[in-house]
């Protein structure tokens, strides 16, 4: 093993997962009477997505799921966080439910029970029906009931063997990135108008648990990215600009679900529709909130309207009241995100101090790093220590939050397998699990083989700590 680290203890019933999601490991885009999404579309763009890549192969995982939860079995994981493909179970959003598309997840379901792993699922992971675009995806209203219809099928289906369901992942990134800056599918930039699709994305999410409530399921949340944002300096300007960042980032996707409120009355301004009653909708009861953390932002007073967003170092257009600026000082993964698990807890009890009694136990729904891994040297091993290290420290401020009071009920790691990394394509690894793309082949890296002995410690020693062999 190329590092020791010793875990902080956790719960004995703390629950260790893995994450994907389907056009990111599934490929087949075209069998089983599967439908067009947005993200093929996007793809077919040039320039889109970098050396022209796309999900249409990605890992295979639709023909090779049983070797991947075989995998899942062998790491040991309680759970494996997947999201169901809307256009392969309703080719165009809106019609007949493709019988086929819904067999495929049964029998995912049925493999991962088989092994002993949790499916914890999520209805809306990016990749809408491009006939639901068609028709204005989510700046139509209607998309939001669509997706509540979606939720009644598979939640019918597949209720008696889920354990945790999820209906929306980061509505904040569909949002910015595919919405507002035209970076990710379906490529409009629509600046703030975009926030009328977050509107719809959050009535979605609010009709979808009522929708799997009905179908008598339980144990529901939404898996959201959260991170905290920093001024550039002590100055008021900045402080001004990064608090305006923060009400849109974090808290205007947090507040409905949590507070049935908008953080400021000029947001909700911004919105049409009968607002105030979709806020009594999205506000549901949930049993637990999920929260994706990668890296925190810092901002700046807006300057000569120059700035980028994020590692795709979009340009942003002018006009903005703020200007992200990079966060100097730490550690880099290869994507240049920086490397801050501190940052995680911070996130944590700013929920904890911003809600209160009305947030629910939390769960790390998503936590990883892309490395430019090589591929298996002559002895068949990835050595991707720092992905080790990534996980030991982000665990670690997990276990700090815990102990600050924050209830923390698991972590997922993003990902089990290097996949398809939306724009940025094939080149950013994330997985646990090295995929060579010519072949198809999969090498468990030694991240994967470091969980892997701290989870089977974990189940011979189910006393205390979860603690790493020889830690
Ligand atoms: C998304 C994933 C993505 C990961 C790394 C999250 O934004 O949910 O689909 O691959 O972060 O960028």
């Not at 439908?35 to 796309?54: K, L, M, N, Y």
């Not at 009594?280 to 700035?307: R, S």
């Amino acid at each position: 093993m190329a590092a020791q680290h010793p875990i902080p203890g956790f719960p004995d019933d703390f629950v260790f997962g893995v994450a994907a999601a389907a056009y990111q490991i599934e490929g087949a885009v075209t069998e089983g009477g599967r439908g067009r999404s947005i993200w093929d579309e996007f793809c077919a763009v040039p320039g889109a997505v970098a050396r022209g890549e796309s999900g249409a192969v990605a890992t295979d995982h639709y023909h090779r799921y049983r070797e991947d939860v075989a995998l899942m079995r062998d790491l040991g994981v309680d759970a494996y966080r997947l999201s169901v493909s809307w256009p392969r179970i309703r080719p165009d959003g809106t019609g007949p439910v493709n019988a086929a598309g819904l067999d495929f997840y049964d029998r995912l379901v049925d493999e991962l029970c088989a092994a002993g792993v949790t499916p914890a699922v999520t209805l809306f992971h990016w990749d809408l029906p491009q006939a639901l675009q068609d028709d204005g995806g989510w700046m139509n209203r209607a998309t939001a009931e669509r997706l509540a219809e979606l939720a009644t099928v598979v939640g019918k289906r597949l209720g008696d063997r889920v354990g945790m369901w999820m209906p929306l992942n980061e509505p904040v990134v569909h949002t910015l990135y595919g919405h507002a800056l035209g970076v990710h599918a379906p490529g409009l930039a629509l600046g703030f108008g975009a926030l009328q699709a977050a509107h719809h994305q959050l009535l979605g999410h609010g009709l979808s648990v009522q929708a799997l409530r009905s179908a008598g399921c339980g144990n529901i949340g939404i898996a959201s990215n959260h991170a905290p944002v920093h001024p550039a300096t002590d100055g008021p300007a900045d402080i001004e600009a990064a608090d305006v960042y923060d009400h849109i980032v974090n808290w205007t996707f947090a507040d409905p679900v949590l507070l049935g409120k908008y953080p400021a009355d000029e947001l909700a301004a911004l919105l049409t529709g009968p607002v105030d009653d979709d806020l009594a909708t999205i506000a549901q009861p949930l049993d637990w909130y999920g929260v994706n953390y990668y890296e925190p932002t810092v901002i700046a007073a807006p300057g000569d309207g120059a700035g980028t967003v994020g590692v795709l170092e979009v340009d942003l257009p002018p006009g903005l009241p703020f200007a992200p600026v990079p966060l100097q000082g730490y550690p880099t993964t290869d994507f240049g995100w920086p490397i801050v698990p501190d940052g995680l807890r911070e996130i944590l009890t700013l929920f904890r101090d911003r809600f209160g009694s009305a947030l629910p136990p939390v769960y790390i729904t998503e936590s990883g790093c892309s490395f430019h891994d090589p591929d298996p040297d002559a002895d068949g091993r990835v050595r991707d220590t720092r992905r080790i290290d990534y996980h030991a420290d982000h665990l670690a401020a997990v276990r700090a939050a815990m102990d600050a009071g924050v209830d923390v009920r698991g972590y997922f790691v993003w990902s089990i397998l290097d996949n398809f990394e939306w724009a940025a394509g094939y080149r950013e690894r994330f997985g646990l699990v090295h995929v060579d793309y010519d072949t198809l082949d999969r090498t468990p890296k030694d991240s994967y083989r470091w969980f892997q002995a701290m989870l089977t410690a974990r189940r011979t020693d189910r006393n205390g700590d979860t603690r790493l062999p020889g830690s």
